[in-house]
């Protein structure tokens, strides 16, 4: 049926109360529904992209002393897009190098080597998180003089 069900694996276990309707949708929005009865791909899966724009104003002077020197102005603005609106220009990481937690196991029976999972995380669950520094923005004003 495409559908992971309570009792499709005797080697796992639910423990009560788990939603596997939501478990499922989350089975099919990522695509691991695929890999049912599977260990997914390495680097079969990727982090969201992000876009950064920077912008550099710059204007040139001539200077008075000597001939040939000049002031320069300058204006940079870097992640120009989260000073605009602080949806845009955000870098998210999945945690440990791509290391996307599904459910959480709860325990392992030893007898049968059965696993017990638990949803307590809640499913759907992102481990998404958003790497600061790359994600806020900057300006920055300064002169140069060249000679």
């Known amino acids: 049926s495409g559908n992971v069900t309570l009792t499709s694996d005797p080697l796992i276990n639910y423990t009560p109360g788990f939603d596997i309707t939501a478990f499922n949708a989350y089975l099919r929005s990522t695509g691991l529904i695929n890999y049912a009865g ?23 002077i001539p200077a008075f002393f000597p001939e040939s020197a000049r002031g320069v102005f ?12 602080d949806d845009w220009g955000r870098f998210e990481q999945t945690g440990y190098e791509y290391f996307q937690p599904v459910v959480e196991l709860w325990d392992i029976d030893p007898a ?21 520094r790359s994600s806020l923005w900057q300006v920055q004003f300064g002169v140069r003089y060249e000679f």
Request: no cysteine; proline share 5%; glycine share 8%.
């Open 38 to 60: 599977q260990i997914a791909p390495r680097n079969g899966f990727d982090s969201p992209w992000s876009t950064i724009i920077d912008l550099r104003f710059q204007q040139e």
């Open 74 to 85: 300058y204006l940079d603005i870097e992640n120009f897009g989260n000073l605009i609106n």
């Open 112 to 132: 049968t080597g059965a696993y017990t999972y638990d949803d307590a995380r809640g499913v759907p669950h992102s481990n998404e998180n958003r790497i600061s």
